[in-house]
């Protein structure tokens, strides 16, 4: 599923509810500020219900520092969504560290962060509701450009 950046389609929003967080010197993580980028699917009809936050430093620009992945609803709906047993969508629950990206050093410590910025108030929300923004601009796009496919609630939406 092709990943794209929440702030792309929406700019405005997204710089004003990137989440980022000032870390001061640890052990585990060089003191600084880093960025929690939302990345969403931008295929037609996909309900994953996911997001990959990709973490970054103003000072190194595009680097990604971690690549973590997100998903907020049960094994149980991740295993009927894929058609796949649980033990093969268990890492789609809850926030893991992608296996198929490059990490730094300190992308475990990163997950903990997030860890720690997903009990904020009003976060999870705030991704939920990110999601679903992000998925009806998807799916209206794509119901304006193919307008001979059946898809009557995203139709009804687009109009």
């Known amino acids: 599923m092709p990943m794209t950046p929440f702030m792309k389609r929406f700019p405005e929003l997204g710089a004003r509810e990137t989440r980022s967080v000032t870390v001061p010197d640890k052990e585990d993580l060089p003191s600084g500020e880093y960025g929690f980028i939302e990345l969403y699917c931008n295929e037609p009809q996909c309900d994953c219900r996911r997001v990959v936050v990709v973490v970054l430093r103003p000072e190194t620009g595009w680097k990604f520092w971690a690549v973590i992945n997100y998903g907020w609803e049960s094994e149980k709906f991740y295993k009927k969504w894929a058609g796949a047993p649980a033990s093969d969508r268990s890492e789609w629950q809850g926030p893991e560290l992608d296996p198929l990206s490059e990490q730094t050093p300190y992308a475990p410590a990163l997950l903990n962060l997030f860890k720690w910025v997903l ?14 923004l992000f998925r009806t601009a998807v799916d209206e796009e794509y119901a304006k450009t193919n307008p001979t496919l059946r898809f009557p609630e995203v139709q009804r939406r687009a109009r």
């Open 119 to 132: 009990q904020s108030p009003g976060y999870l929300e705030r991704l939920k509701k990110h999601y679903q």
